[in-house]
């Protein structure tokens, strides 16, 4: 009797020890296709999401349909606090986005800049678009801001040189930038343009990602 209660003794602590190991195994192995499956997964939504903000447009902004100039002149904007529907029309009517587009006057580029303009806003390479749109967007900033926000004035000093506007206390009598401001303005539809900080500019022309 004594025997067989030991061995039922036995019996259940090896039970307890095979019960126990396997809670052990089994925890640590079916870990592991939970880590594999899941972790990539949270890792792969949390790149997405980052991509997805380093990729926003919003839809309202024009496009040129190469998404690497899109991509510039959005970026430029946020940059230098250029809206970059602006850009966008001032890039058009200059060149139709053509970035190797050169006038008989020696303009060349998406923005079109001249030797000195390019000298003037550290443009080494006119037909780079990086470089190309990065000046032109600080030569806009400056006009606009001296002007104080005035579209026409600040597009007329692009195309006919500030000391134009200046001589002429307006947009200068020549038939070409007559038609170039007109033409922008009604493209940008926009009179006015807030002169403000890269950081308040992605607020004031909503170029804030919303994915999260």
């Known amino acids: 009797m004594q025997i067989t209660r030991r061995a039922t003794h036995f019996r259940s602590f090896k ?16 870990d592991l296709p939970f880590f594999k499956a899941v972790a ?7 790149a ?11 839809a309202d902004i024009p496009t040129s349909g190469d998404r690497e100039i899109d991509e510039i002149i959005f970026r430029a904007g946020e940059q230098f606090g250029v809206d970059p529907r602006l850009l ?3 890039t058009l009517q200059e060149s139709r986005y053509k970035a190797d587009a050169e006038s008989h006057a020696g303009a060349q580029g998406l923005m079109q800049l001249m030797p000195a303009a390019a ?7 006119r037909k780079d ?3 190309n749109v990065a000046a032109g967007a600080r030569y806009l900033r400056l006009l606009l801001k001296r002007f104080e926000g005035d579209v026409t004035l600040a597009l007329a000093a692009y195309n006919a040189g500030e000391g134009n506007v200046d001589k002429y206390a307006g947009v200068p009598p020549f ?12 493209g940008y539809g926009k009179s006015h ?7 308040e500019a992605r607020v004031a022309f909503g170029l804030n990602a919303t994915a999260e």
Do not use: M, W
């Open 129 to 131: 678009p990086k470089q």
């Open 15 to 30: 039970a307890s020890l095979l019960t126990v190991f396997a809670l052990f195994i089994g925890v640590n192995v079916t």
């Open 175 to 186: 038939p070409e930038t007559q038609k170039y401001v007109k033409v922008i303005v009604a």
């Open 193 to 199: 343009h807030p002169v403000v900080t890269p950081e």
């Open 119 to 125: 000298k003037r806003f550290d443009c080494a390479d």
């Open 40 to 46: 990539p997964t949270v890792s792969a939504q949390s």
């Open 88 to 90: 966008h029309a001032v």
């Open 48 to 58: 997405l999401a980052s991509t997805i903000k380093e990729l926003f447009i919003p």
